[in-house]
Nanobody, 118 residues
């Protein structure tokens, strides 16, 4: 299983943008499903966006139209472009993988903190 390292978080004002990156230690070309999750203060971890090996994407209702997930198999990275950020987007963001729609998600990394505040 590849190791994943998230980066790109920070402090941003409401309405601003950030681009998160998830770097894999090995090839992601064959990985069936990759996703971004987040865990806000006092909240459960939730799924934000996913992308299949064939490029099909899905999004949580709360981020639809504002966030875009993409994967670059040549660079072994998965990115999350976040626009029109809101205070409620404040969370630690994690990326993860799974090998099939029936498999569990892999081991969690350190995540990257995103804080949206004026």
């Amino acid at each position: 299983q590849v190791q994943l390292v998230e980066s790109g978080g920070g402090l941003v004002q409401p309405g601003g943008s950030l681009r998160l990156s998830c770097a894999a230690s090995g090839s992601i070309a064959g990985i069936y499903h990759m996703g971004w999750f987040r865990q806000g203060p006092g909240k459960e971890r939730e799924l934000v966006a996913t992308i299949l090996r064939i490029g099909t994407t899905s999004y949580a209702d709360a981020v639809m139209g504002r966030f875009t997930i993409s994967r670059d198999n040549a660079k072994n990275t998965v990115s999350l472009q976040m626009n029109s950020l809101k205070p409620e987007d404040t969370a630690v963001y994690y990326c993860n993988t799974r090998s099939s729609p029936y498999a569990t998600w892999g081991q969690w990394g350190q995540g990257t903190q995103v804080t949206v505040s004026s």
